[in-house]
Every structure is written in structure tokens, then in C-alpha cells.
């Protein structure tokens, strides 16, 4: 089995500053994948950035860069020069490769920016 | 770009009726899903199937039930609604199979309401 968690159920930011959402995932398996999503209020949920657990480069997807930490099953969502159309809810996911193509996703944590 | 359509965005059922959430993909996705969302709880997986008429439980399959009789259309199906079975429900499909280069693509999402 697999679990998600995210501590944090609400964050703020003032526009244009940076801002980490937390994720702790715990798995015994030693592939799987670590996705963030978004869902803004119209509730389209989007991936915003991926990780490959045995790739020991962080993602990056041009504000949005992840800090992947595997030892501590630790997988942070740092969002940098935060505008506005951020303010959404956050969602970590993991999934096993072996684990029947499901994803196993977090609480999430609504962001709100601020201007 | 990849549609997954959700036959309603909001839904009101009586108690002890047999209500049929609908999700149809337009890219030859081999897995479907349907996910409940629930505040604090956030995506909670409830059936998916990775082909045609298979399905496998997720982690909540009590009182509901699936049907795919169609590669594109994946069914999602209260037999006797309840008011506990309030929530919002999102369907969900990818590729078979997991790489880095896949992910999941979701649709907009049905409220149900059970009064």
C-alpha cells in the first residue's frame, strides 16, 4: 500500500514570491512516479510536474521546480514569481510502477496568492 | 488535446435511486478511473479498468459499481444513492502502461447531490 500525505490545508503567498508546498509519500517499492497537480476553482485538474523516483534530478517545469528527496520520501513543490492564476488547490500523487497504472494522491493543499 | 467528458457537472438524486455517472475519452485510452473528492479527504480512487468490460476495486468500491462496454466510455453506478454518496466525483483516463511520458487527464467533475 501507499500513502500521501500533505500536511499543510492551506497556504498563502504574496504575489511575485516564492512558495513550497510539502508532500511525504511512504512506499516500500523502489520505482514509482511523484506527480503534482493543480485544481483551479473551474476544477479541471492539470499536471504541473513529474519526477521518476530513480532519476536523482530534480524536476523542473519553468516556475514550478520540485525538491526530491528519496531517502526521506520527501517531494516539496517549490513555485517561484507566484502570479495569481496560482491560487488553486495542489495535489501530490505517487504511483507504483508495478501497482496497476493507480494513482494515489494527497489531501492537498489550497494555495492562495495575494497581492 | 486529450478530452475526458463528464456527462453532467451537477447532479441532485433522491435517496434509493440508481443514478449513472457518465465519462467518455476521445484518445483510445486503454485505462479509466473514477476518483471521489471529498474536502480534507482529497482524491479517493473508487474503480478502474485497464481494458474493455475489466475492472479492478480501488479503495473504495462500497456501493458502487462500474461498467465498460466501450473502449471510450467508462460508467460509474450508485445502485441505491445515499445521502453519504454526496460528493464530487471525477472520472480520469490514461494510456496503458506508465512512463514519464504519460500521465493521467481528468474531466471537469460531477457534483452529485443526495437529498
Known amino acids: 500500500a501507499q500513502t500521501v500525505t500533505q500536511s499543510q490545508p492551506e497556504m ?41 523516483a530513480y532519476k536523482q534530478q530534480n524536476a523542473t517545469e519553468n516556475r514550478f521546480s520540485v525538491n526530491f528527496q528519496k531517502a526521506a520520501k520527501s517531494f516539496s513543490l517549490k513555485i517561484s514569481d ?31 496568492v495575494e497581492l | 488535446d486529450v478530452k475526458v467528458t463528464q456527462s453532467s457537472r451537477y447532479l441532485v438524486k433522491r435517496t434509493g435511486e440508481k443514478v449513472f455517472l457518465e465519462c467518455v475519452q476521445d484518445m483510445d485510452h486503454e485505462n479509466m478511473f473514477w476518483y471521489r473528492q471529498d474536502p480534507g479527504l482529497g482524491l479517493r480512487l473508487i474503480y478502474f479498468s485497464y481494458d474493455v468490460k475489466m475492472k479492478e476495486k480501488g479503495d473504495i468500491p462500497e456501493g458502487y459499481s462500474v461498467s465498460r462496454e466501450k473502449k471510450e466510455r467508462f460508467s460509474l453506478i450508485l445502485e441505491s444513492a445515499s445521502t453519504n454518496q454526496t460528493s464530487m466525483y471525477l472520472c480520469a483516463s490514461s494510456l496503458g502502461g506508465w512512463s514519464m511520458n504519460t500521465e493521467a487527464f481528468f474531466g471537469q467533475g460531477t457534483r452529485l447531490t443526495v437529498v
Open chain 1, 82 to 112: 507566484s502570479q495569481l492564476g496560482d491560487a488553486a488547490m495542489y495535489f501530490c500523487a505517487s504511483l507504483l510502477t508495478g501497482g496497476g497504472n493507480k494513482l494515489t494522491f494527497g489531501t492537498g493543499t489550497q494555495l492562495k
Open chain 1, 12 to 52: 498563502s503567498v504574496q504575489e511575485a514570491e516564492t512558495v513550497t508546498l510539502s508532500c511525504t509519500y511512504d512506499t516500500s517499492e523502489s520505482d514509482y512516479y511523484l506527480f503534482w497537480y493543480k485544481q483551479p476553482p473551474s476544477r479541471q485538474m492539470i499536471l504541473v510536474i513529474r519526477q521518476e
